[in-house]
């Protein structure tokens, strides 16, 4: 099975805010450093995450991303099809 460039990231991203959260949000700037892809590319499939309902936004200077639920209930299939 062929797994798109967008489909590559999303679980990458997922994965990332799993282990780096620890209950706290996560900048898209910090996973776009560790994981070395665009933070504009980030954006645009955070967003679709966010329309789905795996992950959720958090405002303000300690602002970012964090799952909506825990990593261990997020399939693969979820995120692919997310993206």
Do not use: C, H, N, W
């Amino acid at each position: 099975m062929m797994i798109s460039t967008k489909g590559r990231y999303g679980l990458r991203l997922i994965l990332d805010i799993a282990k780096e959260s620890q209950g706290k949000p996560v900048p898209i700037k910090e996973i776009s450093r560790r994981q070395d892809i665009s933070d504009k590319y980030l954006e645009q499939i955070i967003m679709q995450f966010t329309k789905a309902g795996l992950v959720k936004s958090v405002r303000g200077a300690q602002g970012g991303y964090i799952l909506t639920k825990p990593a261990s209930e997020i399939t693969a299939g979820e995120v692919l099809r997310a993206a």
